[in-house]
């Protein structure tokens, strides 16, 4: 981070090889495409590294990093001023697909992504984009309840109300579709 | 607090996420053992948890990186390519070319320290002659400590020595220096060592890869199995379902 802040680009480049992939991911599910999500995310390495003299190291530096790719998914999605659409194919050959990804994932995370992830991207793009926000950062990013509210600028109280509300919307909409249902976990 | 009274969503999440205190902890799970409306709440998100957990974004090369003219203009842009680097400067150099380096620098010091220290040119036949190492008179050796370092320091000022006396007394050299014979020497040998570890490890890569393809796609088919056999009830009841209700409609026009 030292070197990085006085202007090095190797060591920049580092920290970019150690968070391109959360944040593109956090972009992904954000957006809803890929293409979208891969030039939030340059945008994001390159605003980081014009402000990275002014960054002072009071927050973590991945809180700010988050902090500087919500706000362009949110001009993003102010600019689109659409609903993000699910890209998988529906008839996408998995064997196909497995071969072009490589070894990094298995075939049957391809499997159960081919299953879940119209019916989730759908149900997600359907939520008011904070509650979205909030469940994007907890379930994928490991947040705790307080960095997602330093982030959204919130009180606690406010994101456990948007994860709360926003997983009941999501449960009710994918149990009328069938997904739920067969996979409800018996109370302990 | 009223064992009545269902919890609160605050302190579901708390519980779900496994964010709140022990205290918390047991007073949500006492509650969730009497009250089936909650432990339905909780089974309820915790499958909900379950399915988000399968939404995975695209596996797709990304490789950002600051560009060296980026870096340095005004109008800086990040590239996104798949590969890194941007010349053969930015790659680390390997570790025997940095040995060699080290040598030579070394050997250039010591070439100049003896320049400047020797006497008559004929004190250097004197050093060459003497082929196991030995341990120089030159007072460069006194401070060194070790024996070993010491030797070594001393065969390397001998083949300097060497060198200069070939390459100020003999127009055509006879044969390669023996310093750069042994420097190839150390190059290729540490070259061949590099070789075999690279082809082992790539060897045990490809073994690691082939364990875990076999793997999945025996998990595959297990998933596979177990879906198809899922949709295939669904189907026999739904069917089950239309048949019987056809068998009422016509009870009913009857």
Redesign the interface.
């Given at each position: 981070m030292t070197r990085s802040r006085g202007g090095d680009a190797d060591s920049f480049n580092q920290l970019i090889l150690r968070w391109e992939r959360p944040i593109f991911a956090l972009a992904y599910r954000v957006i809803g495409r890929e293409e979208d999500a891969r030039d939030v995310c340059q945008e994001t390495f390159l605003r980081a590294y014009r402000a990275l003299p002014g960054f002072k190291g009071e927050a973590k530096f991945s809180s700010w990093l988050y902090r500087i790719a919500l706000n362009l998914c949110r001009d993003w999605i102010r600019k689109q001023r659409r609903q993000p659409v699910s890209q998988l194919p529906e008839d996408a050959d998995i064997d196909e697909i497995a071969a072009s990804t490589g070894p990094v994932e298995s075939i049957e995370d391809l499997v159960a992504r081919r299953e879940l992830t119209a019916v989730v991207e759908e149900a997600m793009s359907r939520l008011p984009e904070e509650q979205r926000t909030a469940i994007i950062l907890k379930e994928y990013h490991g947040m705790t309840f307080q960095e997602i509210a330093d982030l959204q600028g919130c009180p606690l109280s406010t994101v456990k109300t948007r994860l709360y509300q926003g997983l009941s919307v999501l449960r009710r909409e994918l149990e009328q579709r069938g997904q739920a249902r067969s996979r409800m976990v018996k109370p302990a | 607090m009223n064992q009545n009274a269902h919890v609160d969503?605050?302190q579901?999440?708390?519980y779900l996420?496994g964010?709140c205190d022990p205290g918390e902890r047991a007073h949500v799970e006492s509650h969730?053992g009497g009250c089936?409306a909650c432990?339905?709440e909780?089974?309820?998100?915790?499958?909900?948890?379950?399915?988000?957990?399968?939404?995975?974004?695209?596996?797709?090369a990304?490789?950002?990186?600051?560009?060296?003219t980026?870096?340095t203009e005004a109008g800086?842009?990040?590239e996104?390519a798949p590969s890194?680097g941007n010349g053969w400067w930015?790659r680390p150099m390997p570790a025997w070319a940095q040995a060699a380096a080290a040598v030579l620098v070394f050997g250039a010091g010591l070439a100049i320290g003896t320049g400047r220290t020797a006497g008559a040119p004929a004190a250097a036949p004197q050093v060459v002659a003497a082929a196991p190492p030995v341990v120089s008179e030159s007072p460069l050796a006194a401070p060194v400590a070790d024996d070993r370092l010491a030797r070594e320091v001393a065969q390397l000022r001998t083949e300097l020595a060497s060198l200069r006396r070939v390459a100020a007394a003999a127009p055509v050299a006879a044969a390669n220096p023996p310093l750069l014979d042994q420097m190839r020497a150390m190059l290729e040998e540490s070259e061949q060592r590099q070789r075999v570890e690279f082809t082992a490890r790539s060897a045990q890569l490809a073994r690691d890869?082939e364990v875990?393809?076999r793997v999945?796609?025996d998990?595959?088919n297990q998933?596979?199995v177990r879906?198809q056999g899922?949709a295939g009830a669904e189907v026999r009841q739904q069917r089950q379902a239309i048949e019987g209700l056809a068998r009422a409609v016509s009870l009913g026009v009857r």
């Open positions: - | 969503h605050e579901l999440l708390s996420y964010e969730l089936s432990a339905e909780v089974a309820g998100l915790t499958s909900m948890r379950q399915l988000l957990a399968g939404w995975a974004p695209p596996d797709v990304l490789g950002f990186q600051i560009s060296r980026a870096a800086s842009g990040v996104g890194r930015t890869f875990r393809r999945d796609l998990t595959v998933t596979i879906v899922q």
